[in-house]
């Protein structure tokens, strides 16, 4: 994928943030249009040169949108907006406002269930691959531990969705005036890099063992307890991506890799994935639990 062009709120990433397509993309299920609001001639270009990645049709009026998907392009952000209601409804990848973006400027320890599942505990600041990387919050934590992420995502549309928010958020980190916690918020976002493809694939790769030493897999399950706003988070990605289906293959793929410790993120009260090996301990997290296989 092309690095967006021109400055402005939405600047060029850097190589970190950049959705490298290392391997096979998944494409959405359903056409979609990409909204255009508000555009000058600058923001313009930047939605002809994320259509032309996407495979889909700039639009400059909601009358326009085919479907009841839809990607919206402002000078603030990229959001997916579901049009099947009386109101649309948007979700985007935010690591600045929010309780989310609060928890990041708060700091996460160590001791918290990921940072233990993950070895950060005991084997300081170990390297790790988001397999399932999403909206990227999981990825976010990591990295707010000191660790330095590669973050895999199959999904081109959701990977530039969480690429817009990686540059939101370094660039107010990085502006004159900018507070210290959005610094270390940039600073943290900085650890993360962001590649568009298939995780099987990577996994796959014989270097993978020399780039991470931990597998983390976080796979669509209908069961889990969730909070409201990955509820529609997980509705819209449904509809765009599909049920997740293969997750068994992926976690065969993470324990077939060189990689030593694959942690897998379940619903508290859930069995194991199904795999070749049960876990060796668990972590628990409230309403989930990280499973920990050596």
Known sequence: MAIRLGGGPLPQRSHGCHPRVDCAAVAPLVSLSLLAVDADADLLVRAQT???????????????????????????????????????????????????????????GRRQPLGRAVGAVNHGRPRVVDCTAGLGRDSALLAALGCSVVALERSAVVAELLADGLDRARLAGTVPGASAADARVAETIGRIQLICGDARVWLSSPSSGQSADVVLLDPMFPQRQKTALVKKEMRLFKRLVGEDLDADELLEAALGSSIPRVVVKRPRGSPPMAGSRKPSHGHDAGVTRFDVYL
């Open 50 to 108: 994320l259509a032309l990645r996407l495979g889909c049709s700039v639009v400059t009026d909601t009358s326009a949108i085919s479907g009841d998907l839809a990607l919206r392009l402002s000078a603030q952000r990229l959001e997916l907006l579901d049009l099947s209601g009386p109101k649309p409804v948007a979700v985007w990848a935010d690591f600045i406002t929010g309780r989310f973006g609060y928890r990041l400027r708060q700091g996460y």
